[in-house]
T-cell receptor, first 116, second 115 residues
Framework: GAVVSQHPSRVICKSGTSVKIECRSL??????MFWYRQFPKQSLMLMAT?????????EQGVEKDKFLINHASLTLSTLTVTSAHPEDSSFYIC????????????FGNGTRLTVT | AQKVTQAQTEISVVEKEDVTLDCVYE???????LFWYKQPPSGELVFLIR??????QNEISGRYSWNFQKSTSSFNFTITASQVVDSAVYFC????????????FGKGNQVVVIP
């Protein structure tokens, strides 16, 4: 079945540095990818919708300059957390939808980011 | 706007007991999808089921069963004869059929199966 690969699965970084998270659709083309954030014991909150070849659509309250999203190809979207702070520590998970109509969503395995 | 409510936050059951997770949703869409996902401690989301709003038939898959009641906007999930491996957080989610299919998640049910 369709697989979404998310890398890295865990990352620890220092405050002030930037971290890039990759989301790849391995055996299908994804015109749309979604980035979610999950705080401990909380639900998944949609951060942004990433569209191939165009700018991402951010949800209200999500800082565009803080969370840079690039969807340069039909199989890859990246989320860069810029100038990370401890409050950015969270679980980030991406999902991708196949290009065909009514296709299901597939989720990556998530990235646990810890900012020290 | 779409909204998914999972009222029970944490549910503890003894192994082999049945457990039912309630999911109530709100949407203005006439057609929509409903989902259940399992999130074990390792964090990944495991897809369990997707149900189209056109299809109100209940579904059974092994020890899992789902009861879709469109009249009450509910999509409840039952685990029969629970096992320790069922311990996880279970999320109910909703998306439109058309458009970009963004998912609205409920807050999740933490299921703890006690051996």
């Amino acid at each position: 079945g369709a697989v979404v690969s998310q890398h890295p699965s865990r990352v620890i970084c220092k405050s002030g540095t930037s971290v890039k998270i990759e989301c790849r659709s391995l055996d299908f083309q994804a015109t749309t990818m979604f980035w979610y954030r999950q705080f401990p014991k909380q639900s998944l909150m949609l951060m942004a919708t990433s569209n191939e070849g165009s700018k991402a659509t951010y949800e209200q309250g999500v800082e565009k300059d803080k969370f840079l999203i690039n969807h340069a190809s039909l199989t890859l979207s990246t989320l860069t957390v810029t100038s990370a702070h401890p409050e950015d520590s969270s679980f980030y998970i991406c999902s991708a939808r196949e290009s065909r109509e009514n296709s299901p969503l597939h989720f990556g395995n998530g990235t646990r980011l810890t900012v020290t | 706007a779409q909204k998914v409510t999972q009222a029970q936050t944490e549910i503890s059951v003894v192994e082999k007991e049945d457990v039912t997770l309630d999911c109530v949703y709100e949407t203005r869409d006439t057609t929509y999808y409903l989902f259940w996902y399992k999130q074990p401690p390792s964090g990944e989301l495991v897809f369990l089921i997707r149900r189209n709003s056109f299809d109100e038939q209940n579904e059974i898959s092994g020890r899992y069963s789902w009861n879709f009641q469109k009249s009450t906007s509910s999509f409840n999930f039952t685990i029969t004869a629970s096992q320790v491996v069922d311990s996880a957080v279970y999320f109910c989610a909703l998306s439109a059929v058309y458009g970009n299919n963004r998912l609205a998640f409920g807050k999740g049910n933490q299921v703890v199966v006690i051996p």
